[in-house]
Every structure is written in structure tokens, then in C-alpha cells.
């Protein structure tokens, strides 16, 4: 019997196949409970001396372990080769791709845009490093306006007046100087601030700029467009109201709210219990400013109206921290998969 043993161990362990049909095939020589040479060998233990049970077991479970490492290393090295050699198994499931999904930003952004395409307005942009002139000068900023402190914006130079746009109503500028009336604009853009970030601020953020100038454009073409756009974006039963308020560039300005889609008006936590939320800023364009880009102010009027984008995804989808936006946590991104645009 022992030597029966050794012979095995000596047979199992100089064992190599090529192919999975030879591998299989020791295994049942092998394995096999039925008539296996391990299952012969333990039914054959009852039958040895006391006196050398000890080392027969031994022996046995020695065997036993040689072949299951066998089978296991053969099969492993045979799957190494057919990845390596390209015969691949055409049969086996293929993994799925991991598609990945657009940026909140990106699909708010798209949905705004999309709005305005079908009102005739066309998208243009313009360059995130400007001048004095077109953030501030051309849009009838005073010299004294706080927003030209170096505490709001990003200086790029000392002592020159390149920096970084604070708003993207720069754009309307650099359409005015390239395009003649009727305009019909939709800019969208990256805008920085010398802000501390936090939850509720960041230095860079996103905006939508309008500008609409044509003979005849009046303050109800105005509401009726954000009103357009409030039902597109919000739904059908969204209402707006307007706000007195002050831009340097608009005269009259206001400022704009959706009722909340939330509480539907009813008053929540996300509109404070006031049933509105602020979504942008808007108004007839100030004369001096379409003077101030060689527009006949006596023949043309106009509207324009700006809004964070950031802002009205949160309210879309409820993201209550800004910094979010901003840290690619792909475990954030994935919640958007399912939001095509
Ligand atoms: N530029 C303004 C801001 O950044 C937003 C804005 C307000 C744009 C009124 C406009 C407007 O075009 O008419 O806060």
C-alpha cells in the first residue's frame, strides 16, 4: 500500500497537461469519489496495521494536496495562455461598460440654452480673462462701483486692468461690438469672484447671460420671455414674479422669482417659508450702454437678463453645497446618469 502511495504522489506531482480535456481527465483518475485512487486508498485504510495507520494517513491527505494544487495551478497557467495567445473565450459574458454621465452644471446649462434656442435667441461666448471695458466700463459701471475693488474681482496684473470676468454680461459687449441690431443672445460661461468658499459661495461659478435688442422691444416682451422660460425649465404651473431692484447696466431692473416648485407656493424650508425663490437679474438695457457700443438708443431698445447657474440646478436637483459641483466625487456624478441632455 505504501508504495502504491509514493508511486501516486511521485505520478501527481510530475503531472502536466495542455489542455483542459487532460486536466479533467486527472481529476477524475484522481478525485473521482467513486472509484478515484484517493477514495481506493481510504477504503483501503481500514485494512492496514495499527501500527502504521499514522503515516498511511499521512500519506493519503500528502496526495491529496498535490493534486488539488495541480489541478488548480494547470488551470490557472492554461488561462493565462489563451488570454495572452488571444484565444479568448467568445462564449463568455462580456462586462459591461461604465458609461459615465454629464456634469449637473452641464445639463442644467443645456436644458437653459435649449429654451432660448426655440425663441430665436443664438448661443455665443466670450473670453474668461478680460478687461476694465467690457466687465465693467461698457456696462455703465461708475468708477466707484464696489464690484471694481480688488475684493471682488481677480486682478491678473498689478496695476494693469486685465482680470477675471466677474459676469458673464461681459459677453453682451463683445456681441454688440461684432453684431448690428436686431440681437438675439444666449451666452453662457465660467465666472470668478475673490470669494471664500463655502456651502453658499465659491470663487468660480457659472452664469447664462440674454440679451435681446430690436426696435420696439418693450418690458412686457421681457416678462413674457422669462415667464416662457419659467414654465419650460420649472413646469407649467410656475409662476413669476418681478422685483425693484438696481443693476448699472438696466433701467428699469429687477430681480426675478420662480414660485416654489417644491411646496408649490405654499411655503417650505428651501423657500424659507415664502413660497419664492431668486433666480436671476434682469431689465431694459440702459441706454448708455447701448450708446456706448455704437447703438442708436433713440431707434433701439432692448432687455437683457443674467442668472448662476449653480443657483437654479440646486433648485432642480437639490444640492444644497456648492463646493459639490467642484470635486468630481464620481459617487455625486453617477446620481445623474439617468438625466440625458
Ligand atoms: N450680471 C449680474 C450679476 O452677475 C446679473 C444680471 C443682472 C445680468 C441683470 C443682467 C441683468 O443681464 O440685466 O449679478
Known sequence: MQELTKKLIAEAESFTANTLEQIEEFKIRFTSKKNGELTKLFNEFKNVPVDQKKEFGQQINKLKEIVNEKINTLKEAL???????GKLDLSAPADSNTIGSRHPISIVRNQILDIFKRLGFVVSEGPEIEDDWHVFSALN?????????MQDTFFLERNTDVLLRTHTSSIQIRVMENQKPPIRTINPGRVFRN??????????????????????????????????????????DAKIRLRPSYFPFTEPSAEVDVSCSLCGGKGCKVCKG????????CGMVDPNVLEANGIDSKKYTGFAF??????????KFG????????ENDVRFLKQFKSVIQ
Open 306 to 315: 443674467g442668472m448662476g447657474i449653480e443657483r437654479i440646478t440646486m433648485l
Open 319 to 326: 444640492v444644497n453645497d456648492l463646493r459639490l459641483y467642484f
Open 79 to 85: 488561462e493565462d495562455q489563451n488570454t495572452e495567445t
Open 195 to 236: 470669494e471664500a468658499i463655502s456651502a453658499r459661495a465659491h470663487c468660480i461659478f457659472h452664469q447664462i447671460e440674454g440679451l435681446y435688442i430690436d426696435e420696439n422691444v418693450s418690458f412686457a416682451d421681457l416678462k413674457q420671455t422669462l415667464l416662457y422660460f419659467a414654465q419650460e425649465f420649472f413646469g407649467a
Open 274 to 281: 415664502t413660497g419664492w425663490l431668486e433666480i436671476l437679474g
Open 141 to 149: 459701471f461708475p468708477d466707484e462701483h464696489p464690484a471694481r475693488d
